[in-house]
């Protein structure tokens, strides 16, 4: 019997506790439920989902080499296993495939969010534990995008739990996962220090363990040098580690050419992450997390220990990731570890109110109302990104090269894909599509245009959304300020909601109109 168990008469009051499966079971199906409530098939793919589709799709064709030449490649390998056994010649059906595959994946992560539960706590709170995560309504609607966070997660939290299982064939499985993960994303190579601390932590004879320990480093090795060595051989960058020095060293610089400094990266870095760990906790974390990693803390058992370090290894590719980028789902692959520390608190709460069957029902269903009701808030507005999605075929025939103009942006990718009859198809027969999208970031109108004439870029797209440059916002409001910019498209003329305006740069007017001036 785990040590935490309290005997028969403390298990009565868990009417689940001898129904683990059948109460995972249930949770995942209301998991699924809700996750597929908030699932819109109907709009395609047109970010990081996309890239990692076209992969899947090459990848599924014959083109394995993909696998070697794409960073992140872990992820739509995957994917290409599961496309390889569907079968269909509307490209739609394989997006909506790649999401489906995705929930999927986040619901049974389940499974190994409970088995960790369990090396802290007896299993009615590990089962609670579980819940916690699943239910979790950032969890729940990023695993509705198609991208790679479900199966980074579900590899680090096996791997964890083998890690803490402290057996050698365990440890075997754990590094090896930990080498899979990297695959998945790349920023997996930095678990590799602190999964090595956690393994010298659990051995009595450390001195014994090396030998065993270099060939667990050579398995992690095996799995990532195939890749390494073909990616160096490609373009001179191995994916991993390389990759993270290279995007710091191009983040370093301004897009004027100017040398930022990697200190104001790591400032900014850490100023994100404290910014969005706040933010993760308005849901229900912020009642049971806070509170539970003091109690975790307070613990200091070795297992204890082994979480803090996991999680703390954890912030680092946190760190890089928001010194480069802004999204909340940098912090994801730290959320099972944040649903032991939150029974931590529950736990607390059942041992002073001893009233576990209710107090388990009202957290569930806590979890449920809560997570519906935040989904609700930030569902994707359909009818604006179908517009969108259709609006961008009228766009991609009336412009060379844009500014980008917000994620809307996206849908130009998939100008040509619309016109493909039978897939799958290779990637090249429909990307690249569209214009020429330049990103940039500059001060004044002026800075714009005269760029534009450098890049390529033949005309402005507007929304009037704050994705947009702010500035360019006033030519909806002040138009006679800027007349070298022509309009020549308006969606309103095509009966659209959703207002987009398309101005042509002329040249040769803002030339004249700067000498003036």
């Known amino acids: 019997m785990n040590k935490n168990d309290k005997g028969p008469e403390y298990q009565k009051k868990w009417f689940f506790l001898d129904n683990v499966y059948l109460f995972l079971l249930i949770i995942g199906a209301v998991a699924l439920i809700v996750r597929l409530a908030f699932l819109h098939t109907e709009i395609p793919l047109n970010s990081d989902n996309f890239i990692y589709f076209r992969n899947a799709v090459d990848m599924t064709l014959g083109?394995?080499?993909?696998?070697?030449?794409?960073?992140?490649?872990?992820?739509?390998?995957?994917?290409?296993?599961?496309?390889?056994?569907?079968?269909?010649?509307?490209?739609?059906?394989?997006?909506?495939?790649?999401?489906?595959?995705?929930?999927?994946?986040?619901?049974?992560?389940?499974?190994?969010?409970?088995?960790?539960?369990?090396?802290?706590?007896?299993?009615?709170?590990?089962?609670?534990?579980?819940?916690?995560?699943?239910?979790?309504?950032?969890?729940?609607?990023?695993?509705?995008?198609?991208?790679?966070?479900?199966?980074?997660?579900?590899?680090?939290?096996?791997?964890?739990?083998?890690?803490?299982?402290?057996?050698?064939?365990?440890?075997?499985?754990?590094?090896?996962?930990?080498?899979?993960?990297?695959?998945?994303?790349?920023?997996?190579?930095?678990?590799?220090?602190?999964?090595?601390?956690?393994?010298?932590?659990?051995?009595?004879?450390?001195?014994?363990?090396?030998?065993l320990y270099f060939c667990l480093i050579l398995i992690f090795v095996i799995i990532l040098l195939p890749t390494s060595v073909l990616r160096m051989q490609e373009n001179y960058d191995d994916g991993f580690a390389g990759k993270i020095i290279g995007n710091?060293?191009?983040?370093?610089?301004?897009?004027?050419?100017?040398?930022?400094?990697?200190?104001?990266?790591?400032?900014?870095?850490?100023?994100?992450?404290?910014?969005?760990?706040?933010?993760?906790?308005?849901?229900?974390?912020?009642?049971?997390?806070?509170?539970?990693?003091?109690?975790?803390?307070?613990?200091?058992?070795?297992?204890?220990?082994?979480?803090?370090?996991?999680?703390?290894?954890?912030?680092?590719?946190?760190?890089?990731?928001?010194?480069?980028?802004?999204?909340?789902?940098?912090?994801?692959?730290?959320?099972?570890?944040?649903?032991?520390?939150?029974?931590?608190?529950?736990?607390?709460?059942?041992?002073?109110?001893?009233?576990?069957?209710?107090?388990s029902v009202i957290i569930i269903s806590s979890f449920i109302v809560i997570s519906a009701y935040y989904l609700s808030l930030k569902d994707i507005d359909v009818e604006h990104e179908l517009e969108a999605y259709d609006m961008s075929k009228l766009i991609a025939d009336r412009v060379e090269g844009i500014y980008l103009y917000g994620p809307d942006a996206g849908y130009l990718n998939l100008v040509q894909l619309n016109q493909i009859n039978e897939f799958p198809v290779n990637s090249d027969e429909y990307f690249p599509s569209g214009p020429i999208q330049v990103r940039a970031t500059y001060d004044t109108m002026s800075e714009y245009i005269e760029q534009a004439k450098v890049d390529g870029v033949t005309h402005l797209i507007l929304d009037g959304g704050d994705k947009n440059p702010k500035l360019f916002n006033d030519v909806f409001y002040e138009r006679e300020k800027y007349p070298f910019l022509i309009k020549e498209f308006s969606s309103n003329d095509y009966g659209y909601n959703y207002l987009v305006e398309i101005y042509r740069i002329d040249f040769k007017e803002f030339d004249r109109v700067k000498i003036e001036n």
């Open 248 to 359: 710091i060293q191009h983040e370093a610089y301004s897009e004027r050419g100017e040398y930022v400094g990697i200190t104001s990266l790591v400032v900014s870095g850490i100023e994100n992450l404290f910014k969005f760990l706040a933010l993760s906790m308005v849901s229900y974390l912020i009642f049971f997390v806070p509170l539970g990693i003091i109690l975790l803390i307070k613990n200091n058992k070795k297992q204890d220990k082994a979480l803090l370090i996991i999680g703390f290894s954890l912030l680092i590719p946190a760190v890089y990731s928001y010194a480069l980028a802004s999204d909340s789902r940098f912090l994801f692959p730290l959320y099972p570890l944040l649903c032991i520390a939150a029974i931590y608190t529950i736990k607390k709460m059942f041992e002073l109110f001893h009233k576990e069957k209710i107090l």
């Open 63 to 211: 083109e394995p080499e993909i696998f070697y030449r794409a960073s992140n490649s872990g992820w739509p390998g995957f994917l290409s296993i599961i496309f390889s056994t569907f079968q269909s010649t509307n490209f739609m059906d394989y997006m909506a495939l790649q999401r489906y595959v995705s929930i999927i994946l986040s619901v049974i992560t389940i499974i190994p969010v409970y088995l960790l539960g369990k090396q802290f706590f007896a299993k009615q709170y590990a089962l609670l534990g579980a819940a916690v995560f699943v239910l979790e309504p950032r969890i729940i609607q990023n695993s509705l995008f198609g991208i790679t966070e479900p199966l980074y997660i579900l590899t680090i939290v096996f791997a964890l739990v083998f890690l803490l299982k402290n057996t050698n064939k365990f440890a075997f499985l754990s590094f090896a996962l930990i080498g899979l993960a990297t695959l998945i994303r790349f920023e997996g190579i930095i678990l590799l220090p602190a999964f090595s601390i956690v393994y010298f932590l659990y051995q009595k004879d450390r001195k014994k363990k090396i030998p």
